[in-house]
Structures are given as C-alpha cells and as structure tokens.
T-cell receptor
Framework: ETGVTQSPTHLIKTRGQQVTLRCSSQ?????VSWYQQALGQGPQFIFQ???????GRGNFPPRFSGLQFPNYSSELNVNALELDDSALYLC?????????????FGPGTRLTVT | TQLLEQSPQFLSIQEGENLTVYCNSS?????LQWYRQEPGEGPVLLVT?????EVKKLKRLTFQFGDARKDSSLHITAAQPGDTGLYLC??????????FGKGTRLHILP
C-alpha cells in the first residue's frame, strides 16, 4: 500500500477518442510522474509535474498532456488515441530525501484501445 | 539513447536455489534503483545504490552497483515462492531523468 491511487482501474476506448486518467498522490508529495508500461516492457517516462508545472518530459507526442492540481492530484490526458496507446499507465508521487529519489507508484490504469 | 539491458528476461527456478539477475548499460548513471512489480500493481522500490562498487543487502537480496556505475546485479539466496515477480532496474541520469529496463520475470517453483 503506497498511498497512491489511480482511477479507473481498467478502461476500453476506441481509436481516435480522448481519455483522462486520474491519480491521487501520497500526502505531502509535490512531484508526480506518469509512465506508460506496454506489455512485456518496463515503464517509459511520459512527463513529470512539480508544483503544478511540467518540469520534464519523455519522448511522447503533444497529444499526451497532463495537469497537476493544488492538492497534488493529477491527470493524464491522451487525445486521438491510437492502438499502440494500449498499455498500463502508472503514476508515481515522489519525495527526495537525503539525496535519494523515492517514487511511490499507484496500481495503474490499464487502457485498451480498439 | 540511454538503455538498460536486463538479463535474463525470464527465469524459473526451484525454491531454495540461488540466482543472479543483471542490469547493464553503456551509460553512467548517478544512481540506480531496483523495483519489484507484481501483477495488477505498480513497481515497489527495493533499493537505491549511488556509489560505484556499493553493495546493499535486504534480507536474502544482495544488490551491487558496478565500479563504473554502468551496471548492477541482484542476487537472491535461497529463493522462496514469495520472491516471484517482475524485477525492474532503473537508472537516474545526469539530467535527473529515470530510465527503466524491460525487467526480469522471476518464477520460483515450490
């Protein structure tokens, strides 16, 4: 139990649609990161938000966007869904303590695009 | 492009045996982390190694960071069915970005 929750657990969408995934961070963590984990792969970094601003982005197109709210909850939005967007989407809230970066992952949202 | 290669991809062994899994790269990382992920859950951090040559122990798990900070290994002694899962290594680079390997899927047979 990491204290990070995600919703929904599972989602099925059609190609071309838009989707919003939600994450509630662990209390006191002001940084949240989003990852895409395709089947049989490790998580791929999408972007990170710190105090409501994006402060790092991986190799994902602009149709992947996000928001972080004052209560540190966050959203991942994906527009114009493609079949290859089918994956487990993970959020992780983090805290840097004593130089060690500790990320606490949620259970993920499994998105299927048909 | 920085990559972390994990080997083996899959490993199935009997309870009580020892095993080592590897995480290799041609790039230097400022720190390296090992996670375990179980079905339906997110990865859980096991350890962070920062210094080249560093060795950390977590009960029956021993983690080592290579001297050049390009590679790492995870050794499990007397594996138990509860060790079953996907083991991921992840490196933090100089730009403060994290890169994950594809993982080693470990299955311990009772």
């Amino acid at each position: 139990e990491t204290g990070v929750t995600q919703s929904p657990t599972h989602l099925i969408k059609t190609r071309g649609q838009q989707v919003t995934l939600r994450c509630s961070s662990q209390s006191g963590h002001n940084t949240v990161s989003w990852y895409q984990q395709a089947l049989g792969q490790g998580p791929q970094f999408i972007f990170q938000y710190y105090r409501e601003e994006e402060n790092g982005r991986g190799n994902f197109p602009p149709r992947f966007s996000g928001l972080q709210f004052p209560n540190y909850s966050s959203e991942l939005n994906v527009n114009a869904l493609e079949l290859d967007d089918s994956a487990l989407y993970l959020c992780a809230s983090s805290l840097e303590r004593g130089g060690e970066k500790k990320q606490y992952f949620g259970p993920g949202t499994r998105l299927t695009v048909t | 492009t920085q990559l972390l290669e994990q080997s083996p991809q899959f490993l199935s062994i009997q309870e009580g045996e020892n095993l080592t899994v590897y995480c290799n790269s041609s790039s230097v990382f400022s720190s390296l982390q090992w996670y375990r992920q179980e079905p339906g859950e997110g990865p859980v951090l096991l350890v962070t190694v920062v210094t080249g040559g560093e060795v950390k122990k977590l009960k029956r798990l021993t983690f080592q960071f290579g001297d050049a900070r390009k590679d790492s290994s995870l050794h499990i002694t007397a594996a138990q069915p509860g060790d079953t899962g996907l083991y991921l290594c992840a490196g933090w680079n100089r730009d403060d970005k994290i890169i994950f390997g594809k993982g080693t899927r470990l299955h311990i047979l009772p």
